[in-house]
């Protein structure tokens, strides 16, 4: 990573969502916020400005500060967007794959399902999960090699970590067991140079992401 959003007052925010310090539709005051995410006033203002030109609050005078909900067609928005990239991004990818990362991301994959099913807690195993979903996924989208698609690509996954915050049930050890399974369907496909079964996985995979969000 790195062509994301640096700065710590939005990093600060994201991990206070994530951790449940603050949640999605709150509306709070500016000191209230500055206490939650432990920075001053001065340093906040730039963070406001950066968190309401992202679309992740909303500032109104004298009511306070809302933090985004994203409603089902935002949510649809976002994964209709990445799938755009990923899609065409795999397209590139998969021509000229390397089978030593295939088989290291199998390798990984079950790991990770064997962790999840043993620790059973999200809160455990959420940050590994994270991990290993940017590494698989930005892969695709690093077969551009175009610098302004990998920023904007790490801004969008930001926020996707944050839709999953919609329905906690969406990140429970059977929906997270499914989705590293969905992720190793795709890298069968690979391993076997099958370019369409590989794109048919992701579409199934980001269908099936988008359905525990939303249905879960």
Request: charged share 25%; hydrophobic share 40%; with cysteine.
């Amino acid at each position: 990573m790195g062509n994301g959003i640096e700065n710590p007052g939005y990093l600060a925010f994201v991990d206070a969502l994530i951790a449940g310090d603050l949640k999605l539709g709150q509306t709070l005051k500016q000191d209230e916020l500055c206490e939650v995410l432990g920075f001053s006033l001065s340093p906040m203002r730039e963070t406001t400005t950066l968190l309401e030109a992202e679309g992740l609050i909303t500032v109104r005078r004298r009511i306070g500060i809302t933090i985004f909900y994203p409603d089902v067609k935002f949510v649809g928005n976002t994964f209709q967007f990445r799938g755009m990239l990923e899609r065409e991004g795999l397209a590139k990818f998969a021509r000229s794959v390397d089978l030593d990362w295939v088989a290291k991301m199998q390798a990984e994959h079950e790991a990770i399902i064997d962790y999840v099913q043993r620790v059973g807690e999200p809160t455990i195993y959420r940050e590994p999960v994270r991990l290993l979903e940017w590494d698989f996924h930005s892969r695709f989208v690093d077969a551009f090699e175009n610098q302004q698609i990998d920023t904007v690509y790490e801004r969008l996954h930001q926020k996707m970590f944050l839709l999953r915050l919609v329905n906690p049930d969406a990140v429970d050890p059977a929906s997270t067991t499914r989705s590293m399974s969905e992720h190793l369907a795709l890298l069968d496909a690979l391993g076997k140079h099958d370019v369409q079964g590989a794109l048919d996985a992701l579409d199934k995979h980001l269908q099936g992401v988008l359905h525990r969000i939303l249905t879960t």
